[in-house]
């Protein structure tokens, strides 16, 4: 059953087109640093994760640095644009916009100085291992990322799936003021749209695009978000006005 509408409250619509394009500009920054380290062409003579990763070994100590940045600073800025979207469904359900925001600030925490840099770290780590034992560089990146990135993965995540259900729950079931169908503006599917990408082969640009799906997948749902608000207010209009 649809949940009763329990707020009634102005939306400042210029600040939320505000805080999407923040955050729209955000996960561009971010995604500049996610292609930063992704461009490369793979060795395809090595095969499973060793092939996967051969392109890292290549990326110079500069752009290391700088992806890293990058992410730091592009992953959180990019939720900003997600607390306009809380904005908007927290008058149409209490419960989910609850379960949107909790999920929201586990991203918020975890996004940049979490994942995006022990991602980079790991990289630099067996980068540099590689020079100086190449038979188990890969076995002790392995053992790097599990002790020091999967700790933080694990929660990152679980934040990220919990903020995705009940950005799609909302939207799908009405609890927003965006038509049901803009359910297609989530991280899911533009992250699936992406991905596609990767039959196109092994190529630089097509490698890097693929580190940055995910962040691809962000920008779709901001961009597409966005560019509905308006009818959105129009949507709002219709039932407090």
């Known amino acids: 059953m649809k949940e009763k509408i329990a707020l009634k409250k102005d939306i400042d619509w210029n600040k939320i087109s505000l805080l999407m394009k923040i955050g729209?500009?955000?996960?561009?920054?971010?995604?500049?640093?996610?292609?930063?380290?992704?461009?490369?062409?793979?060795?395809?003579?090595?095969?499973?994760?060793?092939?996967?990763?051969?392109h890292?070994?290549?990326?110079?100590?500069?752009?290391?640095f700088?992806?890293?940045?990058?992410?730091?600073?592009g992953a959180p800025v990019s939720t900003i644009a997600h607390f306009g979207v809380?904005?908007?469904?927290?008058?149409?359900?209490?419960?989910?916009s609850k379960l949107y925001r909790n999920g929201?600030?586990?991203c918020l925490?975890?996004?940049?100085?979490?994942?995006?840099?022990?991602?980079?770290?790991?990289?630099f780590f067996y980068k540099y291992m590689t020079v100086v034992s190449p038979n188990t560089a890969l076995a002790a990146s392995i053992k790097f990322a599990c002790y020091f990135s999967l700790p933080l993965y694990i929660p990152f995540f679980a934040f990220l799936i919990t903020e995705t259900y009940a950005h799609l729950k909302v939207?799908?079931?009405?609890?927003?003021?965006?038509?049901?169908?803009?359910?297609?503006f989530s991280l899911p599917v533009g992250t699936l749209i992406f991905s596609f990408i990767k039959l196109l082969g092994n190529h630089a640009i097509v490698n890097a695009i693929m580190v940055g799906s995910l962040?691809?997948?962000?920008?779709?749902?901001?961009?597409?978000?966005?560019?509905?608000?308006?009818?959105?207010?129009e949507n709002w209009q219709k039932v407090f006005v």
């Open 24 to 54: 729209l500009l955000g996960a561009l920054i971010n995604l500049a640093g996610d292609m930063i380290i992704g461009w490369g062409i793979r060795n395809e003579y090595l095969i499973g994760i060793e092939g996967f990763i051969s």
């Open 109 to 123: 925490i975890l996004g940049g100085p979490g994942v995006h840099m022990s991602s980079v770290a790991t990289a």
């Open 86 to 96: 809380y904005q908007l469904i927290k008058p149409f359900s209490q419960k989910y």
């Open 215 to 233: 962040t691809l997948g962000n920008i779709w749902t901001i961009a597409g978000l966005l560019m509905m608000l308006k009818k959105a207010e």
């Open 104 to 106: 929201l600030f586990g």
């Open 171 to 184: 939207i799908s079931t009405g609890l927003s003021p965006y038509p049901r169908w803009c359910w297609i």
């Open 66 to 73: 700088w992806s890293a940045i990058l992410g730091l600073i």
């Open 56 to 64: 890292y070994l290549k990326v110079s100590d500069i752009r290391l």
